[in-house]
């Protein structure tokens, strides 16, 4: 069925027609909230053809072609209710953001993060749901003449500032820089002795957790760590014990680093108070001396600390914790040694595990149990995207689980004289017996996320694909001009994501490889600043090349593409729409290097929220690929445009 659907839009659409134009999609109601009585207000984030909300107990409201903004309904004699939001344009990228938008300008714009937690938990809406937040680095105005303070701030959908303190209040005044929330964080520089340390990183890259919380990482020096903040930016405090990441590492009580400047999106599950995990990379956590870029996991479980103290802590060594006091007070587990990542055939490394300030980042499936590791290798001496897998005791098959195919395998060896992968210390080395049945058995079900600290095998990652390594299978080179063979996967520093059905791998490139790269950069190939990596079942990148360039790995064309920003932030809605930001520090860099940039897959779609915190996506009436709910949102549009080598992109004013 789903193969008939994907046919049907390449009929209706044809190959060439899907690039975009003016129109765009996809449309949805976010912020969904009942404000007095009977009224109730949502924020549709782009225009829409057509606007109805299906009331149960009562007639429908057709609110016909709206533009984006904030709209009310009434729910008088109703008990539930659908916003049914419908737009049809091509398929396509489309910029539906302007850097006209005051409200999108930002000088050091480091990370953004959407709300997709379409349900408050108890049957019910959360009204935070497509709320954007955007982490800005300092306090300096925007070339545009927009002042600025250091923090997150907040937007509705539509791209308009909200007050979310203050009943969701339209922000009127894109100068007020009090809309830049830092609750119970340490920001800015740090002078210790005659060293001062830069905290233009700190509010870096952004996550929400379960319970819609905002999760921080500070990749600064001088604030480093993870932050957290109540969904609507009031209160909040160090996830993690100390704020700092100046070497040597603070310790705490047990003579014990408990973490340094967090350079990727944190990784999470549960959410804080609750069950909560962090995974992250680590600029200075070492585990060798000197190395850095680690992957490490917090079982913070419990932990809260909202609205601390300032710290007077100091430890043994006389290093002062000058931040706010409070959080997890425990060591991580190395999930990812990255010293140990497998070389390639011509011996050369897949990861740079320097602490020299590599801007990299990770992204972690959890369906397939893979990390997906990128670095800002300029050169190509190194892979830019390695994908691996975490070592668990009892995971023989490297799958990055201790599951079926584990004893599957196992089994097939008992007897013979076979050392197993990440065999348990102690049980038959050397040799397949039952005892090895035994410990698979007894550790069956770990992951990443889930095993206890003492069965994670992090001195042994499992190497799954490595882009530089592809390069040299496949004979290619990422750079024209330099001497030796270049990974293809040059200047991947900025963010990544997993789109939600498993199907593509976006990355925010830093894209300044001269025009060299002629299989997937500037000088040919997927030419666009943001690019979108199909991925087979397993989570591995399948890519087509023909006459030397890569045709499968679909871009998108930002307003900076190959500006000198090392920010690049990245973000996903629910409705498959994708955010960029882009941070530049360059006293070069022109009004719109300075932006957040939102762009629209296109095509034709039903967007419904329903009053039960339910989402979902349908194609529209007429688009030739059936009634059938999608799946996961745009998935259709994303498998279609990835198709095309790259897409030009029409800002729409």
């Known amino acids: 069925m789903r193969l008939k659907r994907f046919l049907s839009l390449l009929v209706l659409c044809g190959l060439v027609a899907c690039f975009p134009i003016r129109s765009t999609a996809t449309p949805y109601a976010s912020s969904v909230r009942n404000t007095t009585g009977n009224t109730w207000e949502f924020v549709l984030n782009e225009s829409a053809d057509n606007v109805t909300v299906n009331r149960t107990g009562s007639t429908p409201v057709n609110l016909g ?70 982490a800005n680095g300092d306090t300096v105005a925007t070339r545009s003449g927009r002042a600025m303070g250091d923090g997150v701030y907040a937007l509705t959908a539509d791209q308009k500032g909200v007050d979310l303190g203050n009943n969701f209040a339209v922000v009127t005044n894109a100068n007020d820089t009090t809309q830049a929330k830092a609750p119970h964080w340490t920001l800015g520089d740090r002078t210790v002795g005659a060293t001062t340390y830069g905290g233009a990183a700190s509010a870096f890259r952004l996550n929400i957790d379960a319970n819609n919380n905002l999760i921080v990482g500070d990749w600064s020096n001088a604030n480093g760590g993870v932050k957290y903040a109540t969904p609507d930016l009031q209160h909040g405090g160090p996830l993690l014990r100390f704020e700092d990441a100046i070497s040597p590492l603070l310790m705490n009580e047990s003579n014990q680093a408990l973490h340094g400047a967090m350079v990727s999106r944190p990784y999470v599950v549960g959410s804080v108070g609750n069950n909560m995990t962090v995974v992250g990379m680590d600029e200075d956590m070492p585990i060798a001396a000197g190395t850095g870029n680690h992957v490490w996991r917090w079982q913070v479980g419990n932990t809260t600390n909202l609205d601390p103290a300032l710290s007077t802590y100091s430890d043994s060594n006389g290093h002062p914790d000058t931040g706010y006091a409070g959080g997890y007070n425990s060591p991580p587990v190395a999930l990812i040694n990255t010293t140990n990542i497998a070389k390639n055939t011509d011996n050369s490394s897949n990861w740079l595990d320097l602490n020299i300030g590599v801007l990299a980042t990770m992204t972690y499936s959890q369906n397939t149990k893979k990390f997906y590791l990128t670095q800002n290798r300029n050169a190509g001496a190194e892979s830019g995207l390695t994908i691996v897998t975490a070592g668990m005791f009892g995971d023989y098959d490297k799958s990055g689980a201790v599951d079926s195919g584990d004893y599957v395998l196992a089994r097939k060896q008992v007897g013979n004289a076979v050392q197993l992968n990440h065999e348990v210390s102690g049980v038959s080395p050397g040799t397949v017996a039952q005892d090895d049945l035994d410990a698979w058995r007894a550790r069956f079900g770990n992951d990443a996320i889930t095993a206890p600290d003492a069965e994670v095998d992090g001195n042994n990652p499992n190497l799954v694909w490595s882009s530089r390594q592809w390069t040299i299978d496949n004979g290619l080179d990422g750079d024209a001009v330099a001497t030796g063979i270049q990974d293809v996967f040059r200047n991947m520093g900025g963010e990544t994501l997993i789109t939600p059905d498993g199907k593509y791998l976006v990355i925010h490139r830093l894209l300044q490889d ?61 409705a498959g729409n994708i955010y960029t930001t882009f941070g530049s520090t360059s006293t070069s860099a022109t009004v719109n290097a300075e932006e957040l940039q939102v762009f629209s897959p296109g095509g034709n779609w039903i967007a419904t929220t329903s009053s039960n915190g339910t989402f979902k996506l349908v194609p529209g009436s007429g688009s030739g690929v059936g009634s059938g709910a999608v799946p996961e949102p745009a998935s259709f549009a994303l498998a279609l445009i990835g198709l095309m080598t790259s897409l030009a992109v029409r800002r729409r004013r």
């Not at 737009?87 to 302007?98: D, E, Q």
């Not at 300008?105 to 497509?130: A, C, E, K």
């Not at 023909?546 to 090392?566: K, L, Q, R």
């Open 65 to 134: 072609a709206l533009a984006a903004g904030r709209y009310t309904f009434d729910m008088t004699g109703a008990t539930a209710f659908n916003i049914n939001v419908a737009k049809n344009a091509p398929v396509g990228w489309t910029a539906i953001s302007s850097s006209s938008n005051p409200f999108t300008n930002f000088h050091l714009d480091n990370g953004v993060i959407t709300n997709n937690n379409v349900s408050n938990g108890s049957g019910g809406l959360n009204p935070y749901f497509g709320v954007v937040y955007v």
């Open 514 to 574: 001269g025009g060299t790269n002629h299989v997937m950069g500037l000088g040919g190939g997927a030419s666009g600043a943001v690019i979108l990596v199909p991925l087979d079942a397993n989570g591995v990148p399948m890519l087509t090349v023909s006459g030397g360039v890569i045709t499968n790995v679909a871009s998108i064309t930002t307003d900076v593409n190959n500006g000198s920003g090392s920010r690049r932030g990245l973000a996903m809605d629910a």
